[in-house]
């Protein structure tokens, strides 16, 4: 969509707005210091925060590379857009109005802030009907439930807006559509009915459910969720993604908990909504929840928004469900906590309790004891892996090992991965001093050897990241606009392991094109596809830069889409790159061979340090032990007594350098493995598929 001339009054209006913490914070981690707060710069391969934020000024400013600017120039730097481009993203950010000089643009623009007017209104008057039904006779049952079995106040079931909805198939649509006017359709595109199977009407989507309405960040009610009063499943239903609530971009409770993080500068993230109700009802007003998702990247800037510090502590349920999404959780943030942008420390109560339990039995003081003393993520994740685990047995104790070091090959201090490798070792030492200097000394040999696979950002050298930025645009842009080969560039694309997109918007642009393509062809035909078991000739039929635009278009208010920002160029191409199109199968080849062969570069480089550090055993040496050693091979018949002198040589030089020889194999490996996509890249497609089918 060509972006319409806007009025200066609306282009003023965005300046005087749009703080300039704000709008670099959505896209980076801020840390405040002093009056002014740092992160690390985007527009460069940054490893320490080197980027300035200034409020007072409204400006940024980068000590390494020089960029600098205010909030507009930040966003046109970023994500590559026009003054206009961002100036409009802006303003509907902020519902600022827009004034274009061309009226049927600035009308279509209206048009669709009015459609989320009115599902806002829609939404706003179904919490006011849940909430007078849970003072009517039917509600008696679900107020008692909130009083009684939850405890809770009067002043918290109106904090929270707390509601019933009837046990009727149409109370809501009824009222709604008879005394407020709203049409079923509307009504369906917020959540609320749901079209019969016959498509002759509509019904309520929650029936007999305590109702808890879920706001955004400016108070907006976007969605419910329904609390099962008669056991029926599932327990807890939510309102389906629509255009005002996705759930990936929401936190239940921020609306109310953001003062709160601000002034105890952290934030408790727990799993369910009465988790969140009951520690606000106990005082401790800075819990959110994650809307029954994994914590997601959007929320976790959200809350680092709120807290100067960036002090996380997730304290979701102790089962394995829990322990699963703290991990994801943990996965999210992971590399900023390494870079120590970010504290995230994670909680587990007493006796696997929920909050909302383990207040009732011991309080809020108790439970902020327990918050001061929550245990920082990797010393969680360690114990995560040695719980349950009987280190007397060979098989458990190897087990515990292997996954020991590949958590704590991650840390790239040295200094904090010397604490943890002494602290890991005492651990599985069982408190035996010696054993536990000799543990350490190979738990760090084992952490240095494991980090070959070539995916660590420290192998990489100055342009590598834009390289495979360029590799991956392209073969997105590839898959948009050459229809007739998706089948074959997704089975390329899984063979050479290549389908997981380092960059995140071009993952987030992915995992939207295969949600469409999942919904049309379904999930067991697009993995067919993946294996390339089936040709996947319907791909084709997908108009998928129409259908992503449509999808996108639509942008929330809170928080920008990454996903509109940052990938126009890839679903509307300029026509350079759409002559580059016109040999796709040419173009796949060498987008795929470039992005296998910088992975195998960074994999030699890692290779070649831990062969260096290897101390090597020389031949000489090699004999001088073998001759002083000659008495005893012959006086216990060592294996190796019968052999010639020159095999005894090899066999012990092969013994004494066996770290040093398997790491030169793996970089001679990986060299070859190079010319081989050299030569790929050379040859023809149809050469390279030929010469692909006769190696397997």
């Not at 898959?479 to 960059?503: K, N, P, T, V």
Request: aromatic fraction near 6%.
């Amino acid at each position: 969509m060509s972006v319409p001339r806007l009025h200066p009054r609306t282009i003023e209006a965005v300046k005087e707005r749009a703080d300039i913490v704000d709008v670099v914070g959505e896209h980076v981690v801020l840390k405040k210091k002093g009056r002014e707060f740092v992160g690390v710069c985007p527009f460069h391969d940054d490893k320490s925060p080197s980027m300035t934020v200034s409020p007072a000024k409204q400006f940024y400013y980068c000590f390494s590379c020089g960029a600098g600017g205010n909030s507009i120039k930040f966003l046109m730097e970023l994500q590559r857009q026009s003054f206009s481009d961002v100036v409009l993203e802006l303003a509907r950010k902020y519902q600022l109005p827009i004034e274009t000089l061309e009226g049927p643009q600035q009308e279509r623009l209206r048009q669709q802030l009015s459609r989320r007017d009115q599902l806002h209104k829609a939404l706003a008057l179904a919490a006011g009907w849940f909430r007078a039904q849970l003072r009517t006779a039917e509600g008696a049952g679900a107020l008692a439930y909130l009083k009684d079995s939850r405890g809770l106040q009067e002043s918290t079931l109106e904090s929270f807006g707390l509601g019933y909805a009837p046990e009727r198939w149409d109370g809501l649509l009824s009222h709604l559509q008879q005394v407020e006017g709203l049409s079923p359709e509307l009504l369906e595109a917020a959540g609320l009915v749901v079209p019969r199977r016959g498509g002759d009407g509509f019904y309520d989507r929650f029936r007999h459910r305590v109702m808890v309405p879920i706001a955004d960040r400016q108070g907006r009610i976007i969605g419910f969720g329904g609390r099962s009063l008669d056991g029926g499943e599932p327990k807890y239903l939510n309102s389906p993604e629509t255009e005002v609530f996705e759930k990936g971009k929401h936190l239940f409770g921020l609306d109310k908990a953001a003062n709160a993080i601000r002034k105890d500068d952290r934030a408790v993230v727990v799993e369910g909504y009465f988790d969140v109700i009951a520690l606000h009802a106990a005082g401790i007003t800075n819990a959110v929840a994650a809307l029954g998702t994994a914590l997601s990247s959007q929320q976790i800037t959200q809350l680092c928004r709120c807290c100067d510090g960036k002090r996380l502590i997730l304290n979701f349920d102790a089962d394995g469900a829990g322990v699963r999404a703290a991990q994801r959780a943990i996965g999210e943030v992971e590399q900023l906590a390494l870079q120590g942008q970010l504290e995230l420390r994670v909680l587990h109560l007493p006796s696997g309790k929920d909050p909302d339990e383990f207040l009732k039995d011991h309080g809020a003081g108790d439970y902020r004891s327990l918050l001061d003393l929550a245990p920082l993520w990797l010393d969680w994740q360690i114990e995560q892996v040695l719980e349950g685990c009987d280190l007397s047995k060979a098989d458990q104790f190897q087990k515990a090992v292997t996954e020991l070091v590949a958590l704590l090959g991650k840390l790239p201090a040295s200094a904090v991965r010397s604490r943890y490798l002494q602290q890991v070792a005492e651990r599985l030492s069982g408190g035996q001093a010696r054993l536990a200097l000799q543990l350490e000394d190979d738990l760090r040999q084992q952490v240095k050897g494991q980090r070959w696979h070539g995916r660590s950002r420290r192998w990489e050298q100055p342009g590598e990241a834009g390289l495979r930025e360029r590799a991956e645009a392209e073969l997105l842009r590839l898959y948009l606009h050459c229809s007739s080969h998706r089948g074959l560039i997704r089975a390329e694309l899984r063979r050479r392991e290549l389908d997981d997109f380092a960059i995140s918007h071009h993952r987030q642009l992915w995992a939207s094109i295969s949600a469409l393509e999942e919904d049309n062809l379904g999930v067991g035909r697009l993995e067919a596809i993946n294996r390339g078991l089936d040709p996947g000739a319907d791909l084709a039929d997908l108009d998928l830069p129409r259908l992503l635009s449509d999808q996108l278009l639509l942008v929330d208010a809170e928080v920008p889409s990454d996903l509109l920002v940052r990938l126009t160029p890839l679903l509307e191409p300029s026509d350079v790159q759409r002559l580059s199109l016109e040999n796709p199968l040419l173009q796949l080849r060498g987008a795929t061979a470039a992005l296998e062969r910088q992975r195998s570069l960074k994999r030699c480089r890692h290779l070649l340090n831990a062969w260096s550090s290897q101390r090597l055993e020389t031949l000489e040496r090699c004999i001088a032990r073998l001759l002083d050693d000659t008495q005893t091979s012959v006086a216990t018949a060592s294996p190796t007594a019968g052999m010639d002198m020159e095999s005894r040589i090899d066999s012990m030089f092969a013994d004494l350098n066996r770290d040093a020889l398997r790491f030169q194999d793996l970089y001679y490996n990986e060299r070859k493995h190079i010319e081989h996509l050299d030569a790929q890249r050379r040859a023809s497609y149809e050469d390279v598929v030929n010469q692909d089918s006769l190696s397997a």
